[in-house]
């Protein structure tokens, strides 16, 4: 991992990315920052000063060398000699407890991944510059996902749906995949479970993904569109006054699977592992965004 002080500063994982990524540096009062960086559920997260900078699945990188090196286990790390940055480190000693989580399931055939129920991480985050025996200390810390959480018995599903637009015919997905019928509603609970999407579609094409949420009495709760111009860009009704553009991160064989997720009053998205879409409803300025996101999913539509 390379994170880089230029203005703005970026970040670069090799094997995975294809060139740095910028992002922005959270606010610190005293000019120091602290950074966790954790491994889990085949993703590599960085924060800083308790802000999410960096969210990278390597598990469903397209690039082999990405997944092969990172799903290797980890015993021990080396601060290269070019890194003049780091003044102090140490491992996070984890507690936990367990929560367990309610699940609704997708109407049809179920082809989702089994996952475990989660619980919320309590980690002290604070360091000690000057402590000389951090390093050489070991702690057994304890193993937890992407979202500082930790499995339980409690079950739920991760639902994909095989989506490639324009398309006259149904696209034939792997045994994981569920192709979806547009202008049908799906049982599906967002606020529980992530959503992936497939496609296939190129910048430039016009092609775009139209996916609306629901309430139970089948009110809209969301009203996500990513439309392949090139750039491509995307757009959240009620949230935003303008489409915004972003980069399409790499894939070797044309294929681009999606990931949505809303958690913590936040939308989501990553593309082939990369965070592409990151807006938080619960912050808007727009009484009909903060209303509409906040209501329970209960249903999806894939527009026509």
Not at 7 to 31: I, R, T, V
């Amino acid at each position: 991992l390379k994170i880089k002080f230029d203005d703005p500063p970026s970040y670069f994982l090799a094997d995975c990315m294809n060139k740095k990524k910028e992002f922005e540096l959270p606010s610190s009062e005293d000019g120091e920052n602290i950074w966790r960086m954790t491994k889990a559920d085949g993703r590599i997260m960085v924060h800083c000063n308790g802000e999410e900078v960096i969210n990278i699945s390597f598990a469903d990188s397209t690039k082999s060398a990405c997944r092969e090196m990172w799903s290797a286990d980890t015993v021990a790390i080396e601060f290269l000699a070019v890194d003049d940055a780091s003044d102090g480190y140490r491992p996070v000693r984890t507690r936990d407890e367990t929560v367990k989580r309610k699940r609704k399931r997708g109407k049809g055939k179920r082809k989702g991944k089994k996952k475990g129920g989660k619980s919320k991480d309590g980690a002290d985050t604070t360091m000690e510059k000057d402590n000389e025996d951090q390093g050489m200390e070991e702690t057994a810390a304890t193993e937890t996902s992407v979202d500082d959480t930790e499995t339980t018995d409690a079950t739920e599903y991760t639902y994909t749906y095989t989506y490639t637009y324009g398309s006259t015919e149904p696209t034939e997905g792997p045994a994981d995949m569920m192709v979806p019928e547009r202008s049908s509603v799906i049982d599906f609970d967002l606020d529980e479970t992530p959503l992936e999407i497939k496609t296939t579609s190129l910048p430039g094409s016009g092609d775009q993904i139209r996916v609306e949420f629901l309430t139970e009495g089948g009110d809209p709760a969301g009203n996500l569109k990513i439309k392949f111009d090139d750039p491509p860009s995307y757009f959240l009704a009620d949230c935003m006054n303008k489409k915004k553009e972003f980069e399409l991160p790499s894939s070797e064989d044309g294929e681009n699977i999606w990931r949505m997720t809303k958690a913590d009053g936040r939308i989501i998205v990553h593309c082939n592992g990369e965070e592409v879409i990151n807006i938080s409803f619960a912050d808007s300025t727009k009484s009909a965004c903060r209303e509409m996101w906040s209501a329970d999913t209960v249903a999806i539509e894939f527009l026509a």
